[in-house]
């Protein structure tokens, strides 16, 4: 049928587990018209037991009441119960390597009015490497990152990816393979659905929080530079320094960690298996397939 589901696929839709093929909602949805919702992008692993593991899915489900909540839907959903309820999805599909894809969504209401309820649906598929494994020809976009004093960009909302998805059609019609954004004053903010790394002399530089979604796996290479001792500093940098950069990166729970081959047709001097990046691709590629503690 398509690449996400079969007749077969279960979902978790409003308190029942049902098939994807026969799940239905409102045409006059808020979210449908307006893009009045939010989710998580979510993955699991099968570890190097043999067991299922989801990647920090408190962080993610957290994330999620979070995002609703600057946006003024109601939630009245407890992480540990969302996490139970998704672990029941991956069984019930036999999926173990998941992008696992929550999102709460608006009742129907053609006005701008707060509603009193909001709906949930669970849903998981196998995926292949979001961006691929090869080194990313990268072009910077035409278009900039949200203006943070005009929405909740902390927020994982739907109607905010319109940005995303034209940023990255115009790169891969223009024959890129993604793009990057800068923010409103020129510094550099983002990928579509990821954040950016770069290294110079052996120190990592990515954008500070403010005008970037401060993701969960960006958290995470935090955390694995400070583990291999990697200085790691959060500043606003320039197009023209990430030029001038040794090797970049993307990362996010979509793309992983993935490496940039060149940025505007400029390629970065250091070899890949050279850098220090690399070492953060690796040490995330063996923390995700740990078996949870």
């Not at 047709?265 to 250091?270: E, M």
């Amino acid at each position: 049928m398509n690449n996400y589901y079969n007749e077969q696929t279960i979902i978790y839709l409003n308190g029942d587990f049902i098939r994807a093929a026969e799940a239905k909602m409102d045409f006059y949805s808020q979210s449908l018209h307006y893009g009045y919702s939010v989710f998580e992008g979510i993955r699991s692993y099968q570890t190097t037991n043999g067991s299922t593991r989801i990647f920090k899915p408190v962080e993610h489900f957290d994330r999620l009441r979070q995002s609703a909540l600057a946006i003024n839907m109601p939630y009245h959903w407890d992480t540990q119960e969302l996490i139970d309820i998704t672990y029941e999805v991956l069984t019930r599909n036999q999926l173990g390597d998941a992008y696992i894809r929550p999102v709460v969504y608006a009742p129907a209401n053609m006005s701008f009015a707060p509603n009193d309820q909001s709906f949930l649906v669970i849903q998981a598929w196998q995926m292949a490497p979001f961006l691929g494994e090869k080194l990313l020809r990268v072009r910077t976009s035409s278009f900039q990152r949200p203006n943070p004093r005009a929405f909740h960009i902390h927020a994982k909302a739907a109607g905010h990816y319109v940005n995303s998805i034209v940023a990255s059609q115009e790169a891969r019609t223009n024959g890129y393979d993604e793009a990057l954004l800068l923010d409103m004053n020129g510094s550099v903010a983002e990928a579509p659905g990821a954040n950016v790394f770069i290294e110079k002399n052996g120190c990592l530089f990515t954008p500070p929080a403010g005008h970037i979604l401060s993701g969960i796996t960006r958290a995470t290479v935090l955390e694995l530079a400070a583990n291999l001792a990697i200085p790691v500093q959060e500043k606003y940098f320039t197009i023209e320094e990430m030029y001038d950069a040794d090797a970049a990166f993307f990362c996010g729970t979509a793309v992983e960690v993935i490496g940039l081959g060149s940025l505007d047709d400029r390629r970065f001097s250091l070899i890949w298996e050279n850098s220090k990046s690399h070492q953060i691709q690796k040490a995330y590629k063996q923390l995700v397939t740990q078996p949870a503690a």
